[in-house]
């Protein structure tokens, strides 16, 4: 990795804070749906905690295939960090008991882990794009290996 995508790749991994809200986008068919979630960032990885029966979950079985952007201010300016990747439904109970016990919401809409209503997406980022605050040249880079 070059020392330009490097620099641009750790001021993208600043912005990510503990819980922020981003616009996640799926697919149902040729469809586009993109709706607001809330991403938590824990343990080096990325995740949304949703309801198991919430049209994104149906969506991600039949499409893995994410997009998600997260917008940011200051004053006038904005910009933005768009990824793509895939979403992966967890299962293991361990991690979801784990994230479960580590997202500052959590029992505002589950019980615990083990609710059937819970459903835990894994977000694996592949592509960045990336605007910086005030710029009109996004910088664009892959986190594949």
Not at 26 to 46: D, I, L, Q, W, Y
Not at 76 to 91: F, L
Not at 110 to 125: E, R, S
Request: aromatic letters at 14%; charged letters at 30%; hydrophobic letters at 40%.
């Amino acid at each position: 990795m070059n020392k330009k995508v490097a620099c641009i790749r750790k001021e993208v991994w600043r912005r990510f804070k503990n819980v922020q809200n981003i616009f996640f986008a799926t697919s149902e068919g040729k469809r586009p749906c993109v709706r607001p979630v809330t991403m938590v960032h824990f343990a080096n990885k990325f995740w949304v905690a949703t309801g198991s029966n919430d049209a994104k979950v149906k969506q991600i079985k039949n499409n893995k295939n994410i997009e998600f952007c997260l917008m940011f201010y200051k004053g006038k300016n904005t910009g933005y960090i768009r990824g793509s990747g895939v979403a992966n439904i967890v299962r293991d109970k361990k991690t979801k008991k784990r994230l479960a016990n580590n997202i500052p919401y959590f029992k505002n809409y589950w019980k615990d882990a083990a609710d059937p209503n819970f459903a835990l997406l894994n977000i694996v980022i592949r592509n960045i794009e990336y605007l910086k605050l005030g710029a009109y040249k996004v910088e664009k880079f892959s986190l594949d290996k």
